[in-house]
């Protein structure tokens, strides 16, 4: 197979994790799975943010093709499939432990959260989620009032934030860590910058909330049309995606939780509405095309968001990058593995050793480019 084909199976395969459909097909299975398409799932999965989901694809696909026992011969594969997903779970266990103890220091203090993006996901698409989205950080939500007593908090709870100086234009407190938790925590006092003024009108008219409940506990997260709005915009504008042809798969997993949860035609329309307002339907109609390409057909109807997909071409220019493995941001993987890279470092056989060697060389690439990270 060609990278290009071995692109397409990363995305065939991407689009099985996200529901249990016993009559999808998978268009593109190759004969043999060869040691370079296997690494290629890998490298590919793991620059769009989605390495996790991998293993719940490759499952689908067993159930559904009963000839794989017959070419598929690298079990090894599948082992390292399943630790992935085994470790990210363990770690979404731990983020969602140190998220309790965000909430219960910040409540102590008065004030209660709105929790965003990955957190809320974990909080109310446990099932999907747990296994297959990677959260690099905790983002919570305050009002611009709380924001001093929120840090303070904190402070107050070891939580420490990096070297940064605070921008005033900045949506977010600098990221703070604790020693003994596995990812930072972004407190927030918009969801958008300040400069995008018509979305924080609208936001400001819109930002319904609902609550769910976990651990015994009521959390606040941003209704679905919002948490859709913030989506897009997360990942069409403030990651420049739409502007670098750039996509990540992560942010379909998170659609996909959305239209579970019951995301419907109106919220979908009204979305649409502001962006269009505001002269960005392209950015909209980006991630909408992308949405057609992966997402189940019931939840493309339940939604509507074919209607607001453009022709395609966007997409295609940013699959065209995948194809050269120069232009791929590789350090992702680094942040990926965590737990899972010091054990094979610690001479636990679970990984190929060409899969194994290109870990250790991403992971040193990151370092030597942008320093250790927390």
């Known amino acids: 197979m060609d990278r290009a084909a071995d692109i397409e199976l990363t995305n065939q395969l991407f689009s099985m994790a996200l529901h249990d459909d016993p009559h999808r097909q998978l268009f593109l299975w190759p004969k043999i799975l060869s040691e370079t398409t296997l690494e290629n799932i890998v490298r590919i999965s793991s620059t769009l943010l989605a390495l996790p989901a991998m293993h719940r694809g490759f499952r689908q696909a067993i159930e559904l093709h009963d000839r794989l026992d017959e070419t598929f011969e690298d079990e090894e594969f599948l082992q390292f499939l399943a630790e992935v997903a085994e470790q990210n779970k363990c770690r979404n266990r731990?983020?969602?432990?140190?998220?309790?103890?965000?909430?219960?220091?910040?409540?102590?203090?008065?004030?209660?959260?709105?929790?965003?993006?990955?957190?809320?996901?974990?909080?109310?698409?446990?099932?999907?989620?747990?296994?297959?989205?990677?959260?690099?950080?905790?983002d919570l939500l305050v009002s611009e009032l709380e924001l001093p007593q929120a840090i303070e908090a904190l402070g107050n709870s070891s939580f420490h934030p990096q070297p940064d100086q605070f921008d005033n234009d900045h949506h977010h407190y600098p990221r703070l860590y604790h020693e003994h938790h596995s990812v930072g925590v972004e407190v927030h006092r918009r969801?958008?910058?300040?400069?995008?003024?018509?979305?924080?009108?609208?936001?400001?008219?819109?930002?319904?909330?609902?609550?769910?409940?976990?651990?015994?506990?009521?959390?606040?997260?941003?209704?679905?049309?919002?948490?859709?709005?913030?989506?897009?915009h997360h990942t069409m504008m403030q990651n420049n995606r739409f502007e670098k042809h750039t996509i990540s798969l992560r942010d379909q997993l998170d659609f996909s939780n959305l239209c579970k949860n019951g995301l419907i035609?109106?919220?979908?329309?009204?979305?649409?509405?502001?962006?269009?307002?505001?002269?960005?339907?392209?950015?909209?109609?980006?991630?909408?095309?992308?949405?057609?390409?992966?997402?189940?057909?019931?939840?493309?109807?339940?939604?509507?968001?074919?209607?607001?997909?453009?022709?395609?071409?966007?997409?295609?220019?940013?699959?065209?990058?995948?194809?050269?493995?120069?232009?791929?941001?590789?350090?992702?993987?680094?942040?990926?593995?965590?737990?899972?890279?010091?054990?094979?470092?610690?001479?636990?056989?679970?990984?190929?050793?060409?899969?194994?060697?290109?870990?250790?060389?991403?992971?040193?690439?990151?370092?030597?480019?942008?320093?250790?990270?927390?």
């Open 94 to 138: 731990s983020i969602r432990d140190q998220m309790l103890v965000v909430k219960k220091t910040l409540e102590a203090a008065g004030i209660q959260p709105i929790w965003l993006k990955g957190a809320a996901h974990l909080l109310d698409g446990w099932e999907l989620m747990g296994e297959t989205r990677f959260l690099s950080d905790i």
């Open 191 to 232: 969801i958008v910058r300040e400069a995008d003024g018509l979305f924080n009108r609208w936001l400001a008219e819109n930002n319904a909330t609902e609550e769910v409940m976990w651990a015994n506990h009521q959390w606040i997260v941003p209704s679905l049309k919002t948490r859709l709005f913030h989506l897009v």
């Open 265 to 374: 035609h109106q919220d979908v329309y009204e979305v649409g509405r502001i962006y269009s307002n505001s002269g960005l339907a392209d950015h909209f109609a980006a991630f909408a095309e992308m949405a057609c390409r992966l997402q189940c057909l019931d939840d493309v109807a339940q939604t509507g968001i074919g209607q607001y997909a453009g022709d395609g071409s966007w997409t295609q220019s940013a699959l065209t990058q995948l194809e050269h493995p120069e232009k791929m941001r590789l350090q992702n993987i680094y942040w990926l593995f965590g737990e899972y890279y010091r054990l094979w470092r610690s001479g636990k056989r679970i990984l190929s050793r060409n899969i194994g060697q290109y870990i250790l060389n991403a992971s040193l690439r990151f370092k030597y480019a942008l320093g250790n990270i927390k």
